[in-house]
C-alpha cells in the first residue's frame, strides 16, 4: 500500500460518520434488529475484531431502508485491512444506492489515488462535485489530484472554486499561495499569504511563506518581521530562530544576532553550533572577551572540536592575549588537521609576540601546503621588509604576491615599502602611490608614501602625506614626531624607516 497518510485518515473519518444521523431515514424507521446489530458493529470494530464487525454490519443491512451508509463501513473496514479492492465494491454500492451522493465518490477517489490511479480518482471526485457543488471536500480533494499531476493551474482552479464556498478560509489562501509560488508568480503568491494571515492572524504556515518569500526577493527588514511574528506564536522553533539570526546578520543586525543566539544557547546548551556561531559573531563585534567567556563555557562543556580552538584562538589574539591564541591554535592544529587559516593565525600571534623565527617557520609551512596562499607571502615579505633583514628574499616575496594579486593595496604598499629600504625610492614612490589609490583609508599607506617623499629630499610632500595619514590615524605620536621635526629640520629619515636626530 502506497502514501496512506492523510489521505487513509480521511478516508477513514469520512466513513465513519454516524449513518442514521446523516441519513434522511429517522430511527424510527429503522428495523430495531438493524440498529441493534449496527450497534454491535460498532462495539466490535472498536475492539478491533474487524471481520466480526463486518458480519455485524451486513446483518444490519437487512430490512435497513437507508443501507447506503453501511456500505460506507463496511468499505472503510476492508480499506483499513488494505483490501482495495473489496473497499471500492462496498463504496460503490453506497452510490448505487444513494445516487446523489457525492461521500461514495469521494471514497472511491481517494482509494484510487493511494492506488496511483490518478485518471480513476479524478473522475470520481468530478462525479463528487457535480453532485453536491457546494461540498468543499471535493474540490480540495480534486485539486489535490491536480497538484499531484503536477497541474498547478489546475489545481489553483479549484481552490479558488473552493474559496468561493468558503472566501475567509485561511487554509485555502495558504495553499494557492503555495502553487502560486510553485508557478513562479511571487506577487501572487504574497497577495494569498497576506490573505491567509489577515484571515487567521495565529496561523504559522502563510507567515512562514511570506517570509519566505520576503527572503528570496531580498526584502530581509519584511522576512524578519514575519520570524519575530512567528517566534511569538512558538517561541521554541529553533528553525525560525535559526533564520533570524542568519537574517539579522544579513542585515548588519549583529546585536539582535547576538542575542537571539544567547537564547538559543540556553534553549539547546548541547548544541555546539550555536555557541561557534555567537562566538563568530562576537568576534565580529569586536567583543573578544564575551567571546572568551562564551567558547570557555563550550569547552568546560566537553565539546572537543577544531572550530571551537580556532575561534578561542581568535578571541584571545583579538583581546591581546597572543600566548592564549597560541595555545589555543596549537589545540585546534591537533584536532583538526593541517590547516592553512589556523596556522597564519598562529604565525600572526608569533609575530606579535616578537617570537620572528616561529613565525616565519609557521609561514613557510603555509605557503608549503598552499603555494597561491598570497596573503602569506606578503606577510612574511613584508616582516623582512620591516625588520631591514633578507631583502631580496622580501622582496621576491611581496612579488609573488603582487602577481597573484595585482590590485591588493596593501600588497603594494608592502611592495613600495620593500623598494625603499632596498633605497629604490623611484620604484617605492610607484607603488606606494598605486597602494595610496588603491586604499585611501590605510593611514601606513599615506606615511609609508611620506617616508618616500622625505626620503627623495621633497619635504613639502612628506609632510603633505604625513598629514594624511595623521587625520586618519590622529593618534599616532610617532607620526606627529616626524611633522614636527620636519618643521625644525632636526630629524632624517634612517634606513628601517625610523626617524632619528641627525
Known sequence: MVRRGSVYLTVYLLASLWPFVLAETSIEEVPPSAYANYLQGLLIEREGNLNSAVSSYRRALIGNPNPSEIYIKIGAIFFR??????????FSKAAAKDPRSALPHMLIGAVYYLEKDTPSAIKEYETAIKLEPKKVDSYISLAEMYNFKNDTAGAIRLYEKALDIVPNSAVLNT??????????????????????????????????????????????????????????????????????????????????????LELLVKLEPRDLKHYLTLGYIYIQSGKGKEAIELLEKAKERGFNDYRLYYLLGAAYEMSGENRGAIEEYKKALRYGGDNVNVRYLLAISYEKLGEFGKAVKQFRRVIKIRPDEAEAYNYLGYMYAEKGENLEEALALIQKAVGLDPKNGAYLDSLGWVYFQLG???????????????????????????????????????????????????????????????????FGVKKGGIISEN
Open 81 to 90: 485491512q488494505n483490501k482495495n479492492e473489496m473497499a471500492v465494491r462496498e
Open 175 to 260: 495553499r494557492i499561495g503555495a502553487l502560486y509560488y510553485k508557478n513562479k508568480n511571487t506577487a501572487k503568491a504574497i497577495e494569498y499569504f497576506k490573505k491567509a494571515k489577515e484571515t487567521q492572524p495565529v496561523l504559522i504556515e502563510p507567515r512562514l511563506g511570506l517570509a519566505f518569500l520576503y527572503e528570496k526577493t531580498g526584502d530581509g527588514k519584511s522576512a524578519i518581521e514575519e520570524y519575530e511574528k512567528i517566534l511569538k506564536i512558538d517561541p521554541l522553533d529553533i528553525d525560525v530562530y535559526l533564520k533570524l539570526i542568519q537574517l539579522y546578520y544579513g542585515e548588519g543586525l549583529n546585536e539582535e544576532s547576538a542575542r537571539m
Open 424 to 490: 629604490n625610492i623611484s620604484k617605492a614612490l610607484e607603488y606606494l602611490k598605486k597602494a595610496a589609490s588603491a586604499i585611501p583609508d590605510e593611514p601606513i599607506v599615506w606615511e609609508h608614501l611620506g617616508d618616500a617623499f622625505y626620503k627623495k629630499k621633497m619635504p613639502k610632500e612628506a609632510e603633505k602625506e604625513w598629514k594624511k595619514s595623521l587625520k586618519i590615524n590622529p593618534g599616532n605620536e610617532k607620526l606627529q614626531l616626524k611633522i614636527d621635526g620636519l618643521k625644525k629640520k632636526t
